[in-house]
């Protein structure tokens, strides 16, 4: 069944091109539109241009890495209002304190821990509470 009551865009930012394909298909299913990236340099490039409403964030990646978009985002008064969605196979206390320190904590998922449907219900609540 197609949830079609939103036409949110969400940036798929992620080095994993089968990462970026499996959440596109899940995403435009769920009736988003989608923008994807392979690095943080051109992650970036896309949040400026396109204005999404939600990001879906990797953290390790070559070129500019997850924190270093966030660190952009963050300090971008245009950009920092966007809820970031982070999905990493970074497991560990340290990353998820450097990642409350940005302000992105409260959707921070394992990638091997979840699955789409889950990463799609968590942005789904972070596009909710935006803006709160």
Known sequence: MENTNHTSLVCIIDDNQDIREIYRLKFE?????????????????????????????????????GLGVLREMRQDPELAKIPVVILSNIDSDDMFQTVSDLGAAEYYLVKSLTDPQRVVDVTLEALANRGE
């Open 29 to 65: 299913r769920e009736g988003f539109a989608t923008a994807l990236a392979g690095d943080g340099q051109e992650g970036l490039q896309v949040i400026r241009e396109k204005r999404p409403d939600v990001v879906l964030l990797d953290i390790q990646m070559p070129v500019l890495d």
